[in-house]
Each structure stands twice: as C-alpha cells, then as structure tokens.
C-alpha cells in the first residue's frame, strides 16, 4: 500500500499543490497581524488536506484492484 501512495504522490500536479501549500502557510503566517494568525494557516492546511485524500483514495483504489487481480489469477 506504501509503494502505492508513494506513486499516487509522483504526480506533478500535487506536488505543484503541496508546494503552493507550504508556501500559502508561510506567506499567510508571516504577513498576518496578530489577530489573524489563529486562522491564517486553515487555506493551506485545507490544501494538504485534500491532497491527502485524493492520494489516500488513488492508493487505496489501486491496491484493491491489485488484490482483485492478484485473486483472478
């Protein structure tokens, strides 16, 4: 299941969404007044969010047809 994240995590687009990611928490974080702080990081994090789960999903979908391929044979 691992070699199957890690390969749904080889596309560029979301590597190109963890990179905006990271870098929409720090700009946010950095250029925030105080009292916007507590919710600066939540665009980001919603960001990495998603991309977890469609990778989560990808993987997982992946492994079940490899289970179901792997019974057939």
Same mark, same amino acid.
């Given at each position: 299941?691992?070699?199957?994240?890690?390969?749904?995590?080889?596309?560029?687009?979301?590597?190109? %969404?963890?990179?905006? *990611?990271?870098? &929409?928490?720090?700009?946010?974080? @950095?250029?925030?007044?105080? =009292?916007?702080?507590?919710?600066?990081?939540?665009?980001?994090?919603?960001? %990495?969010?998603?991309? *977890?789960?469609? &990778?989560?999903?990808?993987?997982? @979908?992946?492994?079940?047809? =490899?289970?179901?391929?792997?019974?057939?044979?």
């Amino acid at each position: 299941f691992c070699t199957l994240l890690l390969a749904a995590l080889d596309d560029f687009m979301l590597k190109l %969404l963890i990179v905006c *990611a990271i870098f &929409s928490i720090t700009v946010d974080m @950095s250029f925030a007044t105080p =009292e916007e702080r507590s919710h600066a990081w939540i665009e980001g994090t919603a960001i %990495l969010f998603a991309v *977890a789960v469609v &990778s989560l999903v990808g993987a997982w @979908s992946d492994y079940r047809k =490899e289970g179901q391929f792997l019974k057939q044979q």
